[in-house]
Structure formats: C-alpha cells, structure tokens
T-cell receptor, first 117, second 113 residues
Framework: DTEVTQTPKHLVMGMTNKKSLKCEQH?????MYWYKQKAKKPPELMFV???????INESVPSRFSPECPNSSLLNLHLHALQPEDSALYLC????????????????FGDGTRLSIL | GESVGLHLPTLSVQEGDNSIINCAYS??????FIWYKQESGKGPQFIID?????DKRQGQRVTVLLNKTVKHLSLQIAATQPGDSAVYFC????????????FGKGTKLSVIP
C-alpha cells in the first residue's frame, strides 16, 4: 500500500462542475507534487509545493487550482475542465526540496482517474 | 529538446530469466536518477535510485547501472517473476536542489510464465 493517499480514486464530472482532488501523506515530507498522466504516457509535472508554498507551476491552466492547507495535505481544485483534461492525476511527496537531493525520491499515490463529460 | 528516453517500448521475458531495461538521457547536468515501476491502475512505485557519483547500485533483485560517458542508465531485474510485469520509467533530476523529475517514455515489461 502506498503511503500517499489520494481521494477519490475515480471522478466523473461535467465541464461546468467544481470538484476537488485530495492528497494526504504522513511521512513528514515537506515537498508535495501534482502530476498529470495520460494513457500510455509518462507523468507530467503540474505543481510543486515546498514547505506549504507553491514553488513551481508548469504553466498549468487556471482551471486547475492547487492548495496546500498544511504540510500533510494537498488539494487540487477543478473548475470548468475540458474533455482533454481527462487523465490520471497523481500526487507525490518527497522529504525535502532544499539542499541536497540525495536519497530523496518522490513517493506517489495511486492517483485519481478523472473523466470529463 | 533534452529528454530522458527509452530504447525499447516493450520487453517480453521468460519467467526466471533476467531482464534489462535501458534508458538514455541527454542532459549531462542531471545528477540523480530514479527507476519507477507502474502497475496497471496504480501510481509509480519507487524501485531504486542512483546518484551521478556512482556507476552501480544494487537492491533486492534489482541493479541500476549508470554510464555517464554515453549517458545511459539500465535496470537489471534478476530472476524475473510474473509480479514484475509493469511499465518501468526512468526519471532524472537535473541539478542539486531541483524538485523536477523528468520521466522517460516507459518500457512495458511482460513476463511469460
């Protein structure tokens, strides 16, 4: 079982809906990430939070809005999504984003499979 | 552009044989590499990592080899088992303190019983 928990596992929503994806980790990690993965493709980085502050936004459309309420939680708020946004959304965490990156692999959850109607 | 890629998109291996999955990278500034295994319906699972100051690292049934001269990374799985069937991604981190993982395209490993 993964130590990064994502809910819900599946989500179907219309283009006018507002929904949120949730991610939780209790490993004491201080860096958290959102990735998007299309079928048969590698994950693509969307956002990085370090010490609860947004540090990287990979030019993601504003219809995706991340939030980090505390060091254990990461949310992704969704509004007015398009059919091409259907994908697996993965959350990951790593120990620290500062200083040496030695032995700091990112640990992934099992994702939320999102379908936009 | 610079990217991490894989030589073979699919690999079929007989159960009990050794598997070798290859990865090429083009950014000589990359100093940390990770192999992930992704089973159907699951997220990527960390397998093993290696830093650029090493050329080999071993784990349980897995070995990662790094050849910086030709910018090549490989994952060797000993005595491949049906449970090893998955897509394997190599990923690189470019520079100390970077958060950004860049994934290769992935190799699908199928184990023939």
């Amino acid at each position: 079982d993964t130590e990064v928990t994502q809910t819900p596992k599946h989500l179907v929503m219309g283009m006018t809906n507002k929904k949120s994806l949730k991610c939780e980790q209790h490993m004491g990690h201080r860096a958290m990430y959102w990735y998007k993965q299309k079928a048969k493709k590698p994950p693509e980085l969307m956002f990085v939070y370090s010490y609860e502050k947004l540090s990287i936004n990979e030019s993601v459309p504003s219809r995706f809005s991340p939030e980090c309420p505390n060091s254990s939680l990461l949310n992704l708020h969704l509004h007015a999504l398009q059919p091409e946004d259907s994908a697996l959304y993965l959350c990951a965490s790593s120990q620290d984003g500062t200083g040496t990156i030695a032995d700091q692999p990112q640990h992934f959850g099992d994702g939320t499979r999102l379908s936009i109607l | 552009g610079e990217s991490v890629g894989l030589h073979l998109p699919t690999l079929s291996v007989q159960e009990g044989d050794n598997s070798i999955i290859n990865c090429a990278y083009s950014n000589s500034a990359s100093d940390y590499f990770i192999w992930y295994k992704q089973e159907s319906g699951k997220g990527p699972q960390f397998i093993i990592d290696i830093r650029s100051n090493m050329d080999k690292r071993q784990g349980q049934r897995v070995t990662v080899l790094l050849n910086k001269t030709v910018k090549h990374l490989s994952l060797q799985i000993a005595a491949t088992q049906p449970g090893d069937s998955a897509v394997y991604f190599c990923a690189e981190v470019r520079g100390a303190g970077s958060y950004q993982l860049t994934f290769g395209k992935g190799t699908k490993l199928s184990v023939i019983p």
